[in-house]
């Protein structure tokens, strides 16, 4: 049973249009969120997280939304860039499994010139 | 400037030879972690540590173990590997529990099991 869920495995967007990530999540426990971004032949990187008690936050083109009821969170890039073409991961975390994350799968996105 | 390094970066071996991944990191953080990622699967945990001497199983933990001697290293054995753990492995550290759970990944280790 997938506990955090990416449903989109690939996203294509203009450059400098709004790119947006969805991820999906089952674990109620999960109080903080967090996404990733991963190079080829790279080690993902940490990008922009989320606590439970909040429901948006935001780092320069980077926003992150919370839906707590929905159980569902959503990365917002704006204006997308052609660097930002790379693998997102989403990933949950909780106080009842301190430090330890659990991963979706990951969405490709392209962001073509 | 800290970092968390693997070795090496790139390992072929045979089916049911014993192999050693190296991780080490400079954060000093008390949490390490191992993971592998395989086409359409993102990243599983193998095992994780949350200081020396301790060691935990993760979801995808058969046929793996790692041990904590020191506070800079977590090596992953394969005991005896086989063609179904041909992967990349990531190894990643964070700051202990009240932190915010942002983990730091090393850059990977392609292995392929012949």
């Known amino acids: 049973d997938q506990q955090v869920k990416q449903n989109s495995p690939s996203l294509s967007v203009q450059e400098g249009r709004i790119s947006i990530l969805n991820c999906d999540y089952t674990n109620s426990m999960f109080d903080y969120f967090l996404w990733y971004k991963k190079y080829p032949a790279e080690g993902p990187t940490f990008l922009i997280s989320i606590s439970s008690i909040k429901d948006k936050n935001e780092d320069g083109r980077f926003t992150v939304f919370l839906n707590k009821s929905a159980k569902h969170l959503s990365l917002h890039i704006v204006p997308s860039q052609p660097g930002d073409s790379a693998v997102y991961f989403c990933?949950?975390?909780?106080?009842?499994?301190?430090?330890?994350?659990?991963f979706g799968d990951g969405t490709t996105l392209t962001v073509k010139p | 400037d800290a970092e968390i390094t693997q070795s090496p970066r790139h390992k072929i071996t045979e089916t049911g030879r014993q192999v050693t991944l190296a991780c080490h990191q400079t954060w000093n953080h008390n949490n390490m972690f191992w993971y592998r990622q395989d086409l359409g699967h993102g990243l599983r945990l193998i095992h994780y540590s949350y200081g020396v001497q301790d060691t935990n199983k993760g979801e995808v933990s058969d046929g793996y173990s790692v041990s904590r001697s020191n506070t800079e290293d977590l090596p992953l054995t394969l005991e005896s590997a086989a063609s179904s753990q041909t992967s990349v492995y990531f190894c990643?550290?964070?700051?202990?529990?009240?932190?915010?759970?942002?983990?730091?990944f090393g850059p990977g280790t392609r292995l392929t099991v012949t």
């Open positions: 990933a949950a975390s909780g106080r009842t499994n301190a430090g330890k994350s659990t």
């Open positions: 990643a550290s964070s700051e202990g529990t009240g932190g915010t759970y942002e983990q730091y």
